[in-house]
């Protein structure tokens, strides 16, 4: 029963890593930025889903307008922030890192941001079913409708990103614009635009990401919660362990991460919390650099 | 529809790459643009279809000065440019880099037809059409970078050494194919090639550049029987 537990609520906060990866893959595709703002970003978002959740009453409501405001938050990021950025510093020696400099700077903005204006409440979201455990054979499981409920959330909206990446041709632009952007501008694609809208849905995964990973925990939500920091640094992980440039990568990157750190806290140490991700980038760092699904040479400069 | 060029300079940097550039290409017409390694040919190309930005000139396009066009903008004004060195997206498919040349039309069935176009005149590609083109040969993977041009309906074409680093054969075969075009889709066409000979023959006009700068302008069978050239450029 402990193997079945700890199996599934591994996959569980897995799924939610590979959201927050694929936000990561979205954005570094688009720009060529790792985006440290990303959990930021995600954070403001699930505030924004907290804020809907209260006026409105309905978590299935407030699930759509926290992607639509992260969404809406990475766009204008983008458009504001990144693009003048990238334009500006395009030679000298702090032209590859100053957009994720910025990125960084970003993140304690956010984080000021919404401490000064939701640090004083006692902000929870309560998630659409329960999160006890299902019960089998008078065991009671970890594993709560709450999860499964998750679970299949992800999975349907990665179905939906990767139909629409792979068969209309938003997503052919999309990918075309990440590939080869001169061939893709030399196509008639707009590719300023296809940035932003790849942003856009970073932001929104983000978002669905933050919402999920509050509710899949305690419920409540801090600028400086620990989740969120868990956020981050997992989606970041999970990313590399991808490759950074593939988004089926960013989901196995996930839920490999997921299992990991859940079977490590079950069967090694609960103290490994906050080690074992790092342990496990470390080791994908050494023994395999360009990630398990990266492209063995550098695709391109 | 004319090509026109006056006065055109493009700067790298400091480095003059095209200077005082002129030139008229009518409509209907393949012009070779023929000249060593840095002569600005590549350069030129990448002016005409609006990815480098010239210091001073016009270039006149269908009566309009097209200069500060984005690229993506001059594809809908019927100006396709074929980068230098197989430009395709080795990780689209045949089709999806076909697909890539209509996708600012929006209009799937058109795009459809289109392809059935490109593989009527190439065949090789229908029977790789849904293989990634990275497993394509060099030959096919020019093809396929011809088709995504053509794919959406251009009025002008302009070609980046389609030659390159092809076996003597399959060169023959892609001039053959480039004239064809130029022919049935009554393209106007500017190709740039080092393979000088190749592309005079299949040319109405000739222009040599020599250091960003047009040295010899005139017809393209004047240009193979000009001693001049004939030393510098055709090596006998």
Known sequence: MDFLNTLLIGITAGSIYSLMAISMVLVWRSTRVVNFAQAGMALLSTYFGFEAVTKLGSFWIALPVAMLGGALVAALVEMILIRLLVKHSSSGPIAGVAPIIATLGLLGVIRASASMIWGGQDVRIVGPVSNDGFTINGTTLVFSPLKLLILVTVLVLMLILSLVFQKTNIGLALRASAYSPEIARLSGIKVDWVRTLGWALAGAAGAVAGMFQTVN????????????????????????????????????????????????????????????????????????????????????? | MTLTVSNLTVHHGAICAVNQVSLTVPAGKLAAIIGSNGAGKTTLLRTLSGLKH?????????????????????????????????????????????????????????????????????????????????????????????????????????????????????????????????????????????????????????????????????????????????SAYLGY
């Not at chain 1, 988004?247 to 079977?263: E, K, P, R, T």
């Not at chain 2, 001073?56 to 019927?78: A, D, F």
């Not at chain 2, 060169?171 to 049935?184: A, C, H, K, M, Y």
């Open chain 2, 54 to 230: 010239p210091t001073q000139g016009e270039i006149s396009w269908n009566g309009e000065n097209i200069v500060g066009t984005k690229p993506e903008m001059l594809v809908r004004r019927g100006i396709s440019h074929v980068g230098e060195g197989k430009s395709v997206v080795p990780e689209l498919t045949v089709k999806e880099n076909l697909e890539l040349g209509a996708i600012w039309r929006r209009n799937n069935q058109e795009s459809k037809e289109s392809i059935e176009n490109v593989v009527s005149i190439f065949p090789r590609l229908g029977e790789r059409i849904n293989q990634r083109s990275d497993t394509l040969s060099g030959g096919e993977r020019q093809m396929l970078a011809i088709g995504r041009a053509i794919m959406s309906k251009p009025q002008l074409l302009l070609l980046d050494e389609p030659s390159l680093g092809l076996a003597p054969l399959v060169v023959e075969q892609i001039f053959q194919t480039i004239r064809d075009l130029t022919n049935s889709m009554n393209l106007t066409v500017l190709l740039v090639e080092q393979n000088a000979m190749g592309a005079l023959k299949i040319a109405d006009l000739g222009i040599v550049l020599n250091l960003g700068s047009v040295a010899v302008a005139g017809s393209a069978s004047a240009l193979i029987d000009d001693p001049a050239v004939r």
């Open chain 1, 217 to 301: 925990g305690n419920g409540t939500l801090s600028p400086d919660s620990i989740e969120f920091s868990l956020l981050l640094v997992s989606g970041f992980i999970a990313a590399v362990i991808g490759g950074l440039d593939s988004l089926i990568g960013a989901v196995i990157g996930g839920l490999v991460l997921g299992l990991m750190i859940s079977f490590v806290l079950m069967y090694i140490s609960s103290g490994l919390f906050f080690i074992a991700p790092f342990v496990i980038l470390l080791l994908v760092l050494f023994i395999r650099p360009q990630g398990i699904f990266g492209a063995k040479a550098a695709r391109r400069a």
